[in-house]
């Protein structure tokens, strides 16, 4: 079983609707939680950054990290087109080596 | 600036040759880190540098794979040997410090896409 899941979707949405994402990790230890974004033959690029439990809100995004259940949670609120990705979570005990999950395809209809 | 920049972007080899990958960080970063992504899978960690040693690297899945950051900056990643399972996309990070703040953040060039025939 690998130390992060996540589903490799594809998600399909119409333009304006609310895009929930979702990881589950078994290393209790993972402290640092990230989401990146990768588009089509590009290197992924941080969206989102929390550190422990909480929340954390910027612009249309929202992180959620639940220790507890070892589940963590992007949200992206209006959607758009070009928020067409795949959508990896990644995270890390010391914040330098990250775990990554698998991704999941994010399609953003117009 | 200038951000993390790999080459070649792809590289086409027969199995049982040798190649190098080379990543140019961003200027003024101590830490860099390699990463490998298989088709439809996340980036998987081989190796980190802290400067010109190397800090961490338990994800080199065997010796046939090395690298080297002689100067602290520009790092190379070296295939012996190479094997049709060693295709995938080599991902190049860089950090400004590597040190684990969490607010460190690894900024990810665009990868080299290595494919042995």
């Known amino acids: 079983q690998k130390e992060v899941e996540q589903d490799p979707g594809p998600l399909s949405v119409p333009e304006g609707a609310i895009v929930s994402l979702n990881c589950t990790y078994s290393n209790s230890a993972f402290q640092y939680f990230m989401w990146y974004r990768q588009y089509s033959r590009k290197g992924p690029e941080l969206l989102m950054y929390t550190y422990s439990s909480g929340n954390k809100e910027d612009g249309r995004f929202t992180a959620q990290v639940d220790k507890s259940s070892k589940y963590i949670s992007l949200f992206i609120r209006d959607s758009q087109p070009s928020d067409s990705a795949t959508y990896l979570c990644a995270m890390s005990k010391y914040g330098n080596k990250l775990v990554f999950g698998a991704g999941t395809i994010l399609r953003v209809k117009s | 600036g200038a951000g993390v920049s790999q080459t070649p972007s792809n590289k086409v080899t027969e199995k049982g040759k040798y190649v190098e990958l080379r990543c140019d960080p961003i200027s003024g970063h101590t830490a860099l880190y390699w990463y490998r992504q298989s088709l439809g899978q996340g980036p998987e960690f081989l190796i980190y540098?802290?400067?010109?040693?190397?800090?961490?690297d338990s994800g080199l899945p065997n010796d046939r794979f090395f690298a080297v950051r002689p100067e602290g900056s520009v790092s190379t990643l070296k295939i012996q040997r190479t094997e049709r399972g060693d295709s995938a996309v080599y991902l190049c990070a860089s950090s400004l410090s590597g040190r684990g703040a969490g607010t460190d953040t690894q900024y990810f060039g665009p990868g080299t896409r290595l494919t042995v025939l």
């Open positions: 540098f802290q400067g010109t040693g190397a800090a961490d």
